[in-house]
């Protein structure tokens, strides 16, 4: 069965400094997708990066990294040079590609404060 | 692109009304999610549409839930005989067809408070 472990209910970080999200997931089905939101306290999600199963390379989307380690089945969040901005709850998610059909799972989130 | 849009944004009911919620998702995207969330958790899965055909159902979406997408646009959600419980955030989110690598694109959601 699918599933995804954040195991930091809360997190801070220094402004400028990089900080690490944890996320571990399982699955049986060889091919998935691994996203990041970012919900910040105004509740709309926002889509931050992807990293495919198959993937070669870890994803980077500006200051946004993911640091994919399938073996470990963990998918961490990179933040570098933290702005007081990314204060929000981060979640991590997966959809599995094959034919486990289109649902996409959450984990339950970590809230990340900047402090300036 | 002028995103998914949600309607109402709140919603305050009794217990025991019924309450229907829109969603508009994203023009040219095929696939439409509803999701729940509540306070401190992660959005729960409760069902998707590809294009008008309603293709998964969690076992969360009881019978007192039901969706519907007629025209493979907007989308309803109705929930009769609201409960306590069924207080929570309803996020709906679109996304183009392909694989497990597309993104869904969230709106701000639905608060729905049952009194």
């Known amino acids: 069965a699918q599933k995804i472990t954040q195991t930091q209910p809360g997190m801070f970080v220094q402004e400028k400094e990089a900080v690490t999200l944890d996320c571990t997931y399982d699955?049986?089905?060889?091919?998935?997708?691994l996203f990041w939101y970012k919900q910040p306290s105004s509740g709309e999600m926002i889509f931050l990066i992807y990293?495919?199963?198959?993937?070669?390379q870890n994803a980077t989307e500006g200051r946004y990294s993911l640091n994919f380690q399938k073996a470990r089945k963990s998918a961490n969040l990179v933040i570098s040079a933290s702005q007081l901005g990314d204060s929000a709850m981060y979640f991590c998610?997966?959809?599995?590609?094959?034919?486990?059909?289109?649902?996409?799972?959450f984990g339950a989130g970590t809230r990340l404060f900047v402090k300036a | 692109d002028t995103g998914v849009s949600q309607d109402p944004r709140h919603k305050i009911t009794k217990r025991g009304q019924n309450v229907t919620f829109r969603c508009d998702p994203i023009?040219?995207?095929?696939?439409l999610y509803w999701y729940r969330q509540t306070l401190g958790q992660g959005p729960e899965f409760l069902t998707y549409?590809?294009?008008?055909?309603?293709?998964?159902k969690s076992r969360l979406l009881s019978d007192r839930f039901s969706a519907e997408r007629p025209k493979g646009s907007f989308s309803t959600l109705e929930i009769q005989r609201t409960e306590q419980g069924d207080s929570a955030m309803y996020l709906c989110?679109?996304?183009?067809?392909?694989?497990?690598?597309?993104?869904?694109?969230f709106g701000d959601g639905t608060r729905l408070s049952i009194l």
């Open positions: 989110a679109s996304s183009r067809d392909g694989g497990s690598n597309q993104p869904q694109h």
């Open positions: 699955t049986s089905d060889p091919s998935y997708g």
């Open positions: 990293q495919g199963s198959y993937d070669q």
């Open positions: 998610a997966m959809r599995e590609g094959g034919t486990g059909g289109f649902k996409t799972i």
């Open positions: 023009s040219e995207h095929n696939r």
């Open positions: 549409f590809q294009n008008e055909a309603q293709l998964e």
